[in-house]
C-alpha cells in the first residue's frame, strides 16, 4: 500500500511584507506624535524588524518585542488578557510570556496567522491603534 503525501500550504510574512506592515504602524504613530517601539515578528515569535521612533524611551524595545511575541505564540491580540485580567482572571499573570497590555496584534494572510506586531511606548489604547494599523496594511 503506498502512502499518500499530504501536502499543506501556508502562507509566510516575507521581509517585504513585514516592512509594508511596519511602514503603516509608523505612518500612523508619526501622524500623531507618538513616540514608539514598533517590532515585527514572524509566526515563530522571531524578530524580522524593529524601529525605534525618535524620543522612544529604549525600554519600549523589550516591551514592543515581548508584545509582537506573545501575539504571535498565543494567536491572539494581547489586549484579549488585559480583559481577562479586568474582569478577574488572575491566572492570566502566569502565563508564560504574557503581557496583559494592548499593542500586540497578530498578522494574517488568507486567514492564517503568519507574524505579529508589538507595539510600546505610548497609552495601551494607542499602542494598540498603531499596531492595528501595522497589521490592515497586510490583510489589505
Known amino acids: 500500500m503506498a502512502s499518500e503525501k499530504m501536502t499543506v500550504e501556508k502562507p509566510a510574512l516575507t521581509l517585504a511584507g ?5 511602514a503603516a504602524a509608523e505612518a500612523e504613530a508619526l501622524k500623531n506624535s507618538w ?6 515578528v514572524d509566526d515563530g515569535g522571531h524578530l524580522l524588524c524593529l524601529s525605534r521612533l525618535d524620543e522612544a ?5 523589550e516591551v514592543a518585542t515581548a508584545k509582537a511575541h506573545a501575539a504571535a505564540a498565543f494567536k491572539r491580540p494581547t489586549k484579549s488578557w488585559s480583559e481577562a485580567l479586568a474582569g478577574g482572571r488572575l491566572g492570566v ?8 497590555s494592548e499593542g500586540g496584534v497578530p498578522l494574517t494572510v488568507g486567514g492564517h496567522i503568519v507574524g505579529a506586531i508589538g507595539v510600546s511606548g505610548v497609552q495601551p489604547q494607542e499602542d494598540g491603534q498603531i499596531a492595528r494599523a501595522g497589521a490592515a496594511a497586510l490583510e489589505g
Open 18 to 22: 513585514a516592512k509594508r506592515v511596519l
Open 35 to 40: 513616540p514608539v517601539v514598533i517590532a515585527v
Open 57 to 61: 524611551q529604549f525600554a519600549s524595545v
Open 93 to 100: 499573570l502566569g502565563l508564560p510570556g504574557v503581557l496583559p
